[in-house]
């Protein structure tokens, strides 16, 4: 049985989670092509986008696998050669479209008990005020996300 170190939580728009992927003993492969640990099905994203290992130490490390399209660690590209390490609350985004973005967040998890260390805070999309959220499996399912609209405060 793996040990889960870490966890990628996948976020809608709203910074709510929409999916959760366990990082563990073996490389995590993100990407277009079916059969990836996490399909992302853009034309933005490459059959082969990017993936996470688990290093000898413990640590986490992402690579870009793609030439030609981005992967963005704290707003920063990275390139696919070494790798960088992940460190808790990391924010992971892949390009969906020309104005969208995929964003996932980076999650340690306790060893002996599975709890996870960190915590998911909201994060707000750029550019998302006027667009619609979309789901990644909208496009294979045929169903898109329904927007949440924020809860407002009653004046006192």
């Given at each position: ?50 993936t996470?290992?688990?290093?000898e ?21 990275i ?48 550019d ?29």
């Open positions: 049985m793996s040990s889960v170190v870490a966890r990628l939580v996948q976020l809608t728009d709203d910074g709510d989670v929409a999916r959760t992927f366990d990082v563990a003993d073996k490389e995590l492969v993100i990407g277009r092509q079916n059969g990836c640990d996490v399909h992302l099905k853009f034309a933005a994203i490459s059959r082969k986008h990017a996470l290992a688990v290093q130490g413990g640590s986490v490390v992402l690579k870009n696998m793609s030439k030609t399209n981005p992967v963005v660690l704290n707003g920063a590209s390139a696919g050669a070494t790798g960088v390490e992940l460190n808790d609350g990391d924010e992971v985004v892949f390009p969906s479209a020309e104005s969208e973005r995929i964003v996932f967040k980076y999650q340690l998890v306790a060893a002996a008990t599975g709890a996870v260390l960190g915590t998911v805070k909201s994060i707000g999309a750029a998302a005020k006027d667009a619609a959220p979309r789901s990644p499996l909208g496009e294979r399912n045929g169903e898109g996300m329904v927007a949440k609209s924020p809860a407002k405060k009653a004046a006192t």
